[in-house]
DNA sequence: AAACACTGCAACCGCCCCAGG
DNA sequence: TCCTGGGGCGGTTGCAGTGTT
């Protein structure tokens, strides 16, 4: 047993001997995944008997869940992914298992790393509260569609380089955006929030050959893309522009009751957003971002520097 | 090269909910 | 209705790897 699992509090002494604490070993991953393989998951305290293993049944769960399990996606999270997670835990807080369920391989465990090491830093180094509304609202006005941007550019070089090499392939003026359990497509002929999504051209796939930046494989955004679309009404008919968290549940009902409709709430809650927090950053950041690019035009992979210039901005200002 | 600091993340904990007896 | 065990969830811990001094 290791010195960690010694030190952890344990109530009850007679487990606390019988059972095995800490990182799990290959040969006891073996057996979990093989008694799985053949029994199936489930009643995790006598699975961990019956596999031989002297591990709490949570644990098993958990090792489970978070690593064995065949559909776990390791590796970064996507500049995809992380604009969902930061547009669904400013609708849901820290339900980490409910946005991980729209982030497919992904576990809550994941998303919570996340958001802890990142966002979270993000928070302290613009010295404000991770749930506080103005670091909510440099989320949503300043990260997000920084996030937007980051992925366009993205697109559009792969967009480019698919033009070099093939023909009829049309150059993007779009790309995608997430919005609960969708991805949707975002104009950026403006340049701005709260324009009205475009269409989504299946062309518009990065991948990690094209990409200058960190992304998933391509595969993964292929699903996306081309998944049927759910709610045609919304979308004016437009189909390939929308994921589902569960393949096998495809359909209108996989829309959430709270569904989010994220260019109206942009385009008519700024102003009220605006009024009832007193705030006028936006309007200065937003006129900073257009007059200069200069919060834009920063490099890739260089959240820390933009973050830094946020701060900056906030010290001067006293506010965004 | 060594010491220290920082970061990412696997693993654990306590609490809660729920189903079944 | 109460009790109990299983399972799920969010919060926390601490190790290992990496970067910095």
Redesign the pocket.
Known sequence: M????R?????NMED?MDL?????TAEEDCKLINYIATNGE??????SRCAGLQ?????C???W???LRPDVR?G??TLEEQLLILELHSR?G?????I?QYLPGR????I???W???VQ?HAKQLKCDVNSQQFKDTMKYLWMPRLVERIQSASASAAALTNATTTGSAATSSCIIASNNQFMTYDYNNNSMGQQFGVMNNNDYITPENSSVALSPVSDLTDYYNAPNPNPEYHSGQVGNSYYPDQNLVGPQMLPDDYFDYSRLLDEDVPAMQEQSNLNWFENINGAASSSDSLWDIGENDEDFWFLQQQQQFNNNGNF
Request: proline share 2%.
């Open positions: 290791d010195e960690r699992g030190s952890l509090k344990n109530n606390d095995k604490r800490g990182p799990w489930g009643r995790w305290n006598s699975l591990r709490t049944g949570k644990s769960r958990l090792r869940l978070n690593y390791r970064n999270i849901w820290n339900r980490w298992s409910k991980a576990t809550d465990n994941e919570k790393n996340y802890r090491t990142r830093k």
